[in-house]
């Protein structure tokens, strides 16, 4: 039987020994829906960067160098704020639409590539068995602080 390539170490895969179930094939969905969220994340992140500077120029012209230079401090929270707030005179409306749904996208596929990451690590035999043992010894010292006490 050949070992399971994805989750097999560089010296098991030399001995031809499995790290886990023979049985079990290779799951490779997750690490792609991992890595796909990750970009996706990225993509919406970058995106949304360029609305928030396009909002920031408004501020600039519109706002003034203080309102500006707060939405800069702040991380682009007073910008997005005062976007909003003068999404109708200054005719920003579809901006900060687009901007909001960035922002939401961003979270979701963040959101998606942690699931996804963390299934995949769970996934593999080697980081499942080194993570169960460091609870294991987590236990162990909890129990014994606690006898002692």
Known sequence: MQ???????????????????????????????????????LLTSLAGFVYFIIVLIKQFQSGGPLHGIIGIVTCT??????GW???TELNLKKTMI??????????AFSGIAMVAGAGAMMANPEFKEAFESGMQQSRERTESAEESQ
């Open 98 to 107: 687009i901007w909001s749904l960035l922002i939401v996208a961003s979270m």
């Open 3 to 41: 070992p399971c390539w994805i989750f097999a170490s560089h010296s098991q895969t030399h001995r031809g020994e499995i790290a886990a179930n023979q049985n079990s094939k290779p799951n490779i969905a997750m690490p792609i829906v991992a890595t796909l969220a990750y970009g996706l994340t």
């Open 77 to 82: 929270l007073w910008t997005f704020i005062w």
């Open 85 to 87: 707030i003068h999404s």
